[in-house]
């Protein structure tokens, strides 16, 4: 589950602890624990559909909006619509991170994301990373054609690999992404 800065701070003050969000399928779980960016974390405590005509001022105050037509319009959907309320909770936690996979494992996994792909990237933002470390995503994200939501979203999937590091302005490769990028038959 991914947090926007939007409120960041409300949520780290413990002043919004309920998220709308339209999602098909969750993409939290019950006792799953997040990250809050830059730093922190929560714990989702409930997750539940919720119809928007039904959302309460108070789940509304919770979510950090001022009413429901601001959270409609944040949204963008009718108040018809069908969403999923998470409930979360500060923590101390830290999140589990993905154990680290074999070089060979994670070129295997980035081959059949780029198959699933348009175009193959997962080569070329790795390239990019490591030739421009601690570069913003808004300066890399053109060089591949991309917006830079798109590009941060595909670094995620990077970083979840175990390949990258977000630093406090853009990434670098970790050890692991440096030993993919070594490989010679990688791409």
Same mark, same amino acid.
């Given at each position: 589950? $991914? ?5 960041? @701070?409300?949520?780290?003050?413990? #002043? ?41 001022? @108070? ?6 909006? $001022? ?25 101390? @936690?830290?999140? #589990? ?10 070129? #295997? ?72 990028? $070594? ?5």
């Amino acid at each position: 589950m $991914q947090f926007t800065t939007r409120n960041s @701070d409300e949520i780290r003050a413990g #002043k919004v602890t309920v998220s709308f969000r339209n999602w098909r399928r969750p993409h939290a779980k019950v006792g799953g624990i997040y990250r809050l960016r830059p730093t922190g974390a929560v714990k989702v405590t409930g997750i539940a559909k919720a119809r928007l005509s039904d959302v309460t001022s @108070d789940d509304v105050a919770r979510a950090g909006f $001022q009413s429901v037509d601001a959270l409609v319009a944040f949204l963008g959907l009718s108040r018809s619509a069908l969403v999923t309320r998470v409930e979360f909770a500060l923590t101390d @936690d830290v999140p #589990k991170t993905t154990p680290s996979l074999p070089p060979e494992e994670v070129v #295997k996994r980035l081959k059949a994301t780029d198959r699933r792909s348009a175009a193959p990237w997962t080569g070329r933002v790795l390239a990019l990373i490591e030739a421009h470390p601690a570069t913003r995503a808004g300066d890399l994200a053109p060089v591949m054609g991309w917006d830079t939501p798109k590009f941060k979203s595909n670094v995620r999937k990077l970083k979840a690999l175990g390949l990258t590091h977000s630093l406090e302005v853009g990434y670098r490769l970790t050890e692991l992404g440096v030993r993919v990028m $070594q490989r010679p038959t990688a791409w």
